[in-house]
């Protein structure tokens, strides 16, 4: 079946340390998005791809970095990770410019920066 | 650009009553597809229901919501809440011209009591 699969589920950093998060998917879609949802903001793109090698700034990038080495993978890091960074993040693939395509999303990975 | 609004933020009702939750959007293309999805806690978000059809009924797990192009809106309705609703509730829109992505409102917590 296809999925999106993120990894960690949970993560606790230090403050000032780097932090990588990772998103697999096998629905060979070509774009892949990460976006992170805090109380009262719903969910906020921070980066997106449209394939191998491309990565995009999306609303809200400052103090985050993207790749996607490949088709199926694409990892947010957080170099300098930093406590307003604490959220849940959700990775998600898809190619909505297509008819009536939409979204999976992983299942999220709760970070705690302290 | 494209925009979802949300107003209510958090919707509180009792069980059995009728639901309806507001969503209207701005968009410069009259190609544009709606779409409502449901995030249970600790769940992903998932797709509920879409539309790309003008003043066309669209039904999913007993909720139901119809895309009005002329007010540009897209509400989802449910007969009769049940406990089981209680989730944060996304809705969406997207074209084939806006970068390939998802444009999601702020999100309105819906929440039913016994």
């Known amino acids: 079946e296809a999925a999106v699969t993120q990894s960690p589920r949970n993560k606790v950093a230090v403050t000032g340390g780097k932090v990588t998060l990772s998103c697999n998917q096998t629905?060979?879609?070509?774009?892949m998005y990460w976006y992170r949802q805090d109380t009262g903001h719903g969910l906020r793109l921070i980066h997106y791809s449209y394939g191998a090698g491309s990565t995009e700034k999306g609303d809200i990038p400052d103090g985050y970095k993207a790749s996607r080495p490949s088709q199926e993978n694409f990892s947010l890091i957080l170099e300098l990770a930093t406590p307003s960074q604490t959220s849940v993040y959700f990775c998600a693939s898809g190619d909505p410019g297509q008819t009536n395509s939409d979204y999976t999303f992983g299942s999220g990975t709760r970070l705690l920066v302290i | 650009g494209d925009s979802v609004t949300q107003k209510e933020g958090l919707v509180t009702l009792t069980e059995g009553l009728p639901v309806m939750l507001n969503c209207t959007y701005q968009?410069?293309?009259?190609?544009?597809?709606l779409f409502w999805y449901v995030h249970y806690l600790n769940e992903s978000p998932r797709l509920l229901l879409k539309s790309s059809t003008d003043n066309k009924r669209t039904e999913h797990q007993g909720f139901h919501a119809t895309l009005h192009k002329s007010s540009s809106s897209f509400h989802l309705q449910k007969s009769s809440a049940q406990l089981s609703d209680s989730a944060l509730y996304y809705c969406?829109?997207?074209?084939?011209?806006?970068?390939?992505?998802?444009?999601f409102g702020d999100g309105t917590q819906l929440v039913v009591k016994p």
């Open positions: 968009t410069i293309y009259s190609n544009a597809f």
């Open positions: 629905n060979n879609h070509n774009n």
């Open positions: 969406a829109l997207s074209d084939r011209y806006s970068n390939n992505r998802i444009f």
